[in-house]
């Protein structure tokens, strides 16, 4: 993935000890196919070196407005004009309070003022003690730089290094990349709730044994990755998978079809978007025992008997129906044959505009997928790629045709 590939971003460090994270941001930047110019305060420089930013970002780090490498003598004009974003982290309360004032008697903070505010946004990654994000100081800084048009991303929480629990901890730099990719991806869903339904569900048969399937979650929790980075409020209703949530979006924990169901239930009314990936089963027993089934010694197995779940997709899908089309609903298809065939009488069947087939036992567990778009116009066909890029691509195609709807 190269997810900021041709992004140019200055990242601007100050005096705070979360400087160690930024050297792991500056890889995991460049990593992502940006290229990256460090420029840091002299604060900065009492926590981490320039050799070990310039050896990560393999430009060499501005620290003065003198630089004398610069042949007009102006960094901070040069560095700003050619960024496609400045990227602040860690930024220190102090530096957020120059920034606001528009101080400029350093090259970062200089290099701020003299950014094309309109063309050359500012990201800012707080990094400070508890107390000092608290303070009301603090507080009124960041509500006004946002309202100058900086965009401040949340702070962690947890342990200090000052050896105090609390908020005002820099994200982590996992966390911050992906809040970066957000930054600059496009928001053609912004306004819409999407509601998504992953991975598998498991069906109890006594306390300790139940069914379930090899749906790993990951298409659906790409999708809710990727719906939020499009600008869309996301609720996630996730079977049990064991997969981190991302950043942003609300998950709720399920476990059987008929919990699912419920989430979903509740969830619904205040979706527009509904995309069903979750591997629901489709029986579960009739009556799953409330302790173990023991071995009774005849070399009989317990005879089980089945009943049919509820059909989630498409129970929402008619309900849609009914209120004329106020909830766009995706289906998927697992098949293991037939694709075009099955998809198209399950696009029919399921009642939903749109419907996505893939092949179930080739894309189970795995990193990667190829998607066939069905609708009422024709079929689309997304080649195989990683789930995060054809996440994006079904965005894009469920946003387009949102789009024509309106
Ligand atoms: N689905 C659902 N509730 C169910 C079964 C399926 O919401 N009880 C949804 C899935 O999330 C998916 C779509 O319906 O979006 C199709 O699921 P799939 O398992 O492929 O189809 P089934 O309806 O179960 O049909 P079959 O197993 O016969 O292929």
């Known amino acids: 993935m190269n997810d900021l590939a041709g992004k140019h971003i200055v990242l601007g460090l100050t005096g705070g000890i979360a400087c160690y994270k930024a050297a792991e941001l500056c890889r995991a930047l460049v990593k992502e196919g940006a290229t990256v110019q460090v420029v840091m305060t002299e604060a900065a420089g009492q926590f981490i070196t320039p050799v070990t930013m310039q050896a990560l970002s393999n430009r060499p780090v501005y620290h003065s ?3 004398p490498r610069e042949t007009n003598n102006m960094a901070h ?6 960024a496609d974003a400045i990227l602040i982290a860690p930024a220190s309360a102090d530096f957020m309070a120059k920034l606001l004032h528009g101080r400029a008697d350093d090259l970062l903070s200089l290099m701020c003022l003299a950014r094309p ?3 050359v946004p500012l990201l800012v990654a707080p990094a400070m003690n508890r107390e000092m994000w608290a303070n009301p100081a603090t507080q009124r800084n960041v509500a006004q730089l946002q309202a100058d048009g900086a965009h401040v991303f949340a702070v962690g929480s947890g342990d200090q290094a000052c050896g105090e629990t609390g908020d005002g901890r820099m994200l982590e730099p996992q966390e911050l990349l992906e809040e970066v990719i957000v930054f600059f991806a496009r928001k053609s869903l912004r306004g819409q709730r999407v509601l998504v339904t992953a991975g598998p569900t498991y069906e109890a048969i006594d306390p300790v044994r139940g069914i379930t399937n090899l749906s790993s979650g990951k298409m659906g929790f790409a999708i809710a990755r990727a719906a939020r980075e499009a600008g869309a409020d996301v609720t996630l209703v996730a079977g049990p998978v064991h997969l981190p949530t991302p950043r942003g979006v609300r998950r709720l924990d399920v476990r059987s079809a008929r919990d ?3 989430a979903v239930d509740a969830e619904v009314m205040n979706a527009t978007v509904f995309v ?3 591997a629901v089963a489709d029986w579960r027993p009739a009556n799953a025992a409330e302790q173990k089934i023991k071995k009774d010694g005849s070399g009989q197995a317990p005879a089980l008997t089945f009943v049919e779940n509820p059909d989630i997709l498409a129970g929402v899908a ?6 004329s089309g106020a ?3 995706v289906g998927f298809a697992a098949e293991s044959h037939d694709l075009l065939a099955n998809a198209q009488a399950k696009l029919a069947r399921k009642g939903v505009p749109l419907l996505v087939g893939n092949i179930g036992p080739a894309t189970f567990g795995q990193d990667d997928n190829a998607l066939l778009l069905v609708d009422a116009q024709g079929t689309t066909e997304l080649p195989r790629a990683s789930k ?6 079904l965005v894009a195609e469920i946003a387009r045709r949102l789009g024509k709807k309106t």
């Open 65 to 67: 407005q003198w630089d």
């Open 77 to 82: 004009i040069n560095l700003s004009r050619e």
């Open 117 to 119: 505010i309109d063309q």
């Open 260 to 262: 699912m169901q419920q």
């Open 276 to 278: 069903a990936t979750a």
């Open 318 to 323: 008619q309900g849609a129906r009914a209120k």
């Open 327 to 329: 909830l766009y609903c």
């Open 388 to 393: 995060i890029d054809l996440a994006r691509q």
